[in-house]
T-cell receptor, first 113, second 114 residues
Framework: GDSVTQMEGPVTLSEEAFLTINCTYT??????LFWYVQYPGEGLQLLLK?????DKGSNKGFEATYRKETTSFHLEKGSVQVSDSAVYFC????????????FGQGTRLTINP | DAGVTQSPTHLIKTRGQQVTLRCSPK?????VSWYQQALGQGPQFIFQ???????QRGNFPDRFSGHQFPNYSSELNVNALLLGDSALYLC?????????????FGSGTQLSVL
């Protein structure tokens, strides 16, 4: 079945450092890909998405490009802030299974001032 | 505008008991999905309700059942609780069932089974 594998955490960086969180997927067909963020005590929030190969999703300085050839959707940010500390989840949605998201295990990110 | 609200926020039960969790979708939304998030894991899809019917189901046993009411709110019921059912249960809502409709998640109900 479909699956998502994320870079293992936790990840600890200093403020203004460059961030990469790796995500690869296995799926039949052409899934949509998502990054969700979970701040402490809050629900998941959609950070960005891409619906077809070579699409780039971006939001709040974060970017991820849908790479079909490498089945990847790595999350990047050029300069992280303390407020970016959270758990990040990569996910996919099979077009046939509308909204049936398959999530990776999550990567906890801590940014130190 | 209230977002997705879930109740209760925390719940403690013992093995073998039954539990009901509740979800009110964001205003204007008609589709509700439920996810189980075990500690340190990503959420897993349980099922989705639309027009008061279960439309999709994940790999969960029949002990997990649900309901959607005419006002679009939803309940998740779990019978014969096991220790392994301890998790954060998340509700998500959207308008419509399209693959790219934006999902809004509630803060979840933390269920502990002793």
């Amino acid at each position: 079945g479909d699956s998502v594998t994320q870079m293992e955490g936790p990840v600890t960086l200093s403020e203004e450092a460059f961030l990469t969180i790796n995500c690869t997927y296995t799926a039949t067909g052409y899934p949509s890909l998502f990054w969700y963020v979970q701040y402490p005590g809050e629900g998941l929030q959609l950070l960005l998405k891409a619906t077809k190969a070579d699409d780039k999703g971006s939001n709040k300085g974060f970017e991820a490009t849908y790479r079909k050839e490498t089945t990847s959707f790595h999350l990047e940010k050029g300069s992280v802030q303390v407020s970016d500390s959270a758990v990040y989840f990569c996910a996919l949605s099979d077009r046939q299974g509308a909204q049936k998201l398959v999530f990776g295990q999550g990567t906890r990110l801590t940014i130190n001032p | 505008d209230a977002g997705v609200t879930q109740s209760p926020t925390h719940l403690i039960k013992t093995r073998g008991q039954q539990v009901t969790l509740r979800c009110s979708p964001k205003s204007g939304h008609d589709t509700v999905s439920w996810y189980q998030q075990a500690l340190g894991q990503g959420p897993q899809f349980i099922f989705q309700y639309y027009e008061e019917e279960e439309r999709q189901r994940g790999n969960f046993p029949d002990r997990f059942s649900g309901h959607q009411f005419p006002n679009y709110s939803s309940e998740l019921n779990v019978n014969a609780l096991l220790l392994g059912d301890s998790a954060l249960y998340l509700c998500a809502s959207s308008y419509g069932r399209g693959a790219n409709e934006k999902l809004f998640f509630g803060s979840g109900t933390q269920l502990s089974v002793l």
